[in-house]
T-cell receptor, first 114, second 112 residues
Framework: NAGVTQTPKFQVLKTGQSMTLQCAQD?????MYWYRQDPGMGLRLIYY???????DKGEVPNGYNVSRLNKREFSLRLESAAPSQTSVYFC?????????????FGEGSRLTVL | GQSLEQPSEVTAVEGAIVQINCTYQ??????LSWYQQHDGGAPTFLSY????GLEETGRFSSFLSRSDSYGYLLLQELQMKDSASYFC?????????????FGAGTRLFVKA
């Protein structure tokens, strides 16, 4: 099983450019998440999708949009990239039930905005 | 909103026991998780406590006290490979769907 797959793994953008980070999971999970992690810091929740067809803002949603394309895929879009969005982005998925807290993470996408 | 507090750094020697504490505030608490992350890698799940008490998984144990909004991760027989960052995370269900909010992380240095 591939688990959670993110693309691209590395990206360099100029300020103002747009891009979409793709994420797919093959575990039939209900919930999917996008986090960002800045150097030496914890993971901050950008957006999440508790189930197919729903999306909600997390802690730091400004400057981002998301699409839950289907149960497998959850994409993150930067419409007009800013240097403050330079970060490592992690997609994660979970079964989405009350009795399990396990998130499965992708390998991360390292984004640099110049 | 949610907030979590954990120490920024802990140093211990190989073979020792170390405890990483976490206190949290959230309105829709369902459980407390712990994750390990090595430099350059993705976080990996260690444990989840939904009920009060101690959960043991090999050399790692995790404890939760819901009444005190407090938990800890206990690492025994420390090995050099345990040098990593450790994050506590609350599972919050206040808004109808479950989301997981992470603390800032504790950097563990294991010395020979």
């Amino acid at each position: 099983n591939a688990g959670v797959t993110q693309t691209p793994k590395f990206q360099v953008l100029k300020t103002g450019q747009s891009m979409t980070l793709q994420c797919a999971q093959d575990m039939n999970h209900n919930s999917m998440y996008w986090y960002r992690q800045d150097p030496g810091m914890g993971l901050r929740l950008i957006y999440y999708s508790a189930s197919e067809g729903t999306t909600d803002k997390g802690e730091v949603p400004n400057g981002y949009n998301v699409s839950r394309l289907n149960k497998r895929e959850f994409s993150l879009r930067l419409e007009s990239a800013a240097p403050s969005q330079t970060s490592v982005y992690f997609c994660a998925s979970s079964a989405g039930t009350a009795n399990t807290g396990e998130l499965f993470f992708g390998e991360g996408s390292r984004l640099t905005v110049l | 909103g949610q907030s979590l507090e954990q120490p920024s750094e802990v140093t211990a020697v190989e073979g020792a026991i170390v405890q990483i504490n976490c206190t949290y505030q959230t309105s829709g608490f369902y459980g407390l998780s712990w994750y390990q992350q090595h430099d350059g890698g993705a976080p990996t799940f260690l444990s989840y406590n939904a009920l009060d008490g101690l959960e043991e998984t090999g050399r790692f144990s995790s404890f939760l006290s819901r009444s005190d909004s407090y938990g800890y991760l206990l690492l025994q027989e420390l090995q050099m490979k345990d040098s990593a960052s450790y994050f506590c995370a609350v599972r919050d269900g206040a808004t109808g769907g479950f989301k997981t909010i992470f603390g800032a992380g504790t950097r563990l240095f294991v010395k020979a």
